[in-house]
């Protein structure tokens, strides 16, 4: 079966690819994420990725829209974030780096 890519070209001209995304359990090991079929429901994330490789990630939610419609895409995009560094609490005898 053929992969499926979709592209959206925001009002900048900028051409972002979309793709759906499982974060952690119980698709993708914990902390790790898992590129799924584009539209699949079980998505809990989508990641917008330029030609550059610049990444930004809008996290769904229960009740978001889910369509495909370059509308509903582009509100994703216009509120998705870029990925920062996992952040760890820091707790009695941690450094509060990842493996402390």
Do not use: Q
């Not at 992969?3 to 359990?25: E, F, I, K, M, Q």
């Not at 989508?46 to 509308?71: C, K, M, S």
């Amino acid at each position: 079966m053929a992969s499926t890519a979709l592209y959206l070209t925001d009002d900048a001209g900028v051409r972002w690819r979309v793709h759906w995304v499982c974060y952690g359990p119980p698709l993708a090991t914990p902390f790790r994420h898992k590129r799924l079929a584009v539209g699949d429901a079980r998505a809990n994330s989508l990641y917008f990725v330029r030609d550059d490789g610049h990444t930004r990630i809008a996290l769904l939610r229960p009740g978001d829209d889910r369509r495909i419609t370059p509308e509903v895409i582009a509100a994703h995009l216009a509120r998705a974030g870029s990925p920062g560094r996992p952040v760890v609490p820091r707790t009695a005898g941690s450094s509060g780096r990842l493996g402390s």
